[in-house]
């Protein structure tokens, strides 16, 4: 459980939140409570795991209108729960390129992005369950 600065255990509700995406579609869920803490200010913060959480939906609702940053493939696979070896099977690419594409070494190619789209598309219409 998460502490505050006095070191007392949290135990804030869960919270809203809203995130607005460029193609105008907003997004809405409560983040788990054990994902905030409040700083000293009493504003109410998100814990690192609170952030991989946002980070996560982001990359599984967000328009993939450009070529995936190293960041958004590395998210996306790990909200999806997979490794480089089961994300580059579905992709139809070497664990070593998923590899390369996570440290930035090497863009997707056109079809590798479609294909991208596609996993991350079937995975939302399946649903999705974030680890957390």
């Given at each position: 459980m998460p502490t505050l600065t006095d070191g007392k255990k949290s135990s804030l509700p869960d919270m809203p939140y809203t995130m607005r995406f460029s193609d105008g579609r907003t997004l809405a869920v409560l983040v788990p409570g054990r994902m905030t803490v409040k700083d000293r200010g009493g504003e109410v913060c998100f814990t690192p795991a609170g952030i991989r959480f946002l980070d996560q939906?982001?990359?599984?609702?967000m328009p993939l209108d450009r070529a995936p940053s190293p960041g958004f493939i590395r998210t996306l696979r790990e909200a999806l729960g997979l490794t480089q070896e089961q994300f580059g099977d579905r992709a139809g690419?070497?664990?070593m390129?998923?590899?390369r594409w996570e440290r930035g070494e090497l863009k997707?190619?056109?079809?590798s992005v479609a294909k991208i789209q596609e996993i991350r598309e079937g995975a939302v219409r399946r649903g999705v369950t974030l680890p957390g």
């Open positions: 939906l982001q990359v599984l609702f690419v070497d664990k390129t998923v590899y997707p190619a056109d079809r």
